[in-house]
C-alpha cells in the first residue's frame, strides 16, 4: 500500500513514517518544514521513503502527490502547547482550516478520479473540551457543549470535514484521536517564544519535556501549572503510531473514529514526582504552584473499549518507560542548543 503523510517531519510525524516503514508500506512523507526547520530522520534513505518538500495549501501539488497513493494519513496542522494555543488563537483556526480545505479538496479529487480509497484524519482529545462524562467514549463531542478555545474547535471542524466528505463524495474516513501524546522529537520550534517558568526559560510549553528540562537544569522547588490535580493518559509515541495503522489497515475502521490512548492515568504533580525521582533519585520533591491558563482542561479520561474492540489496539508502553527514553534525549537536546 502506498500512503502518504502530511506533516510528516513532525513529532508524530516521524513515529507514524517508522511505523508505516517497519510493516512494508510504501510511504510519501510531505511538509514545509515550518514548525522545526529542516531536520534529518533516521528513515530518510529508506528505500520504500520519499519526502517532498512542499505545502499542502498549495491544492494543485497536492492533487499530483496524492494521485498515486492508496490512502493519506493528514498529519499537517498548526499545532504547540498550551501556550501556543493561547497565544495564535486565530491563526490555529484560520490556518488549520485552510490546510484541512486543501487535503480534502485533493483527496476528494483522488478519490473520484484516481485510485484512492481513504483518508485518516488525526484530531484530538481537546474536542471533549467541554464534556462532564469520564471515560469519555467516542460521540461524546456530539453532545457535550463545544470546545471553548479555538484549536479544539478547529479540530472538531476537522472531524465534520470528513463526514461532509463522506456524505457529498462517498469518499471513507477514520478519525484518530489521540491523548497526550509524549516521546522523542519535541523540540523548539521555529515559532516559539521564550517563557519563564520560575527561574528556568522554556519554549515548549509541551508538560512533559518542560518538566524534564527544568529538572534537569536543577529547578527547586520545581515550578508547575495549577495545582497539579489535572488527570492526563500520556501515551507513547510509537503506541498511537501503532493505532493509527490499525485504524488504517482495519475494515472495521470505516467511517468510524477511535480515542487512541493509554488507559493509565496520571496526575501533573504525579508525572512530576515521577520524573524528579528519575532525576534527582532521592532528593526531597518540592513544588510550587503558577497561574494556570485558561484553556488548561482539568480532566482527560478517555473511554478504550471502541479502539480495544474494533482495531485489536492497547497501548503497551508505560509513562515510566517512556520516561527513560524521553528524560535522555531532552538532556541531549539541551546540550546541543534545540531546547
Known sequence: MKVLITGAAGFIGGYLVDELLSHGYKVIGMDNFSKYGKIEKSYN??????FIEGDVKDTRVLKDIVSDCDQVVALAAKIGGITYFHKFAYDLLAENERICASTFDAVIWAFKNK???????????MVFENTNNFPTKEGEQLLS????????????????????????????????RPFNCIGIGERKSLTDEDIYSGNIKLAMSHVVPDLVQKVLKGQDPL??????????????????????????????????????????STTVKE?????WSKINKNKPFN?????????????????MEKAKKLL?????????????????WVKNQIEIGNM
Open 223 to 264: 515550578h508547575i501549572l495549577g495545582a497539579g490535580k489535572q488527570i492526563r493518559h500520556y501515551t507513547y509515541g510509537g503506541d498511537l503510531a501503532e493505532g493509527i495503522r490499525l485504524a488504517m489497515e482495519r475494515k472495521e475502521a470505516l467511517n468510524q473514529d477511535f480515542n487512541i490512548s493509554t488507559p493509565e
Open 115 to 125: 485510485k484512492l480509497k481513504k483518508i485518516n484524519i488525526l484530531s484530538s482529545s
Open 145 to 176: 457543549p463545544p470546545p471553548s478555545s479555538t484549536y479544539g474547535f478547529q479540530k472538531l471542524a476537522t472531524e465534520y470535514f470528513a463526514k461532509g466528505a463522506y456524505e457529498q463524495y462517498g469518499l471513507p474516513y477514520t478519525i484518530v
Open 312 to 328: 485489536g489496539f492497547e497501548a503497551k508502553t508505560k509513562l515510566s518507560d517512556a520516561l527513560d527514553e524521553i528524560i535522555p
Open 287 to 303: 513544588f510550587v504552584s503558577d497561574k494556570p491558563y485558561r484553556y488548561d482542561v482539568q480532566i482527560r479520561i478517555p473511554d
Open 271 to 275: 508525572l512530576a514526582k515521577l520524573i
Open 45 to 50: 534513505n529508506h528505500k520504500n521513503y520519499t
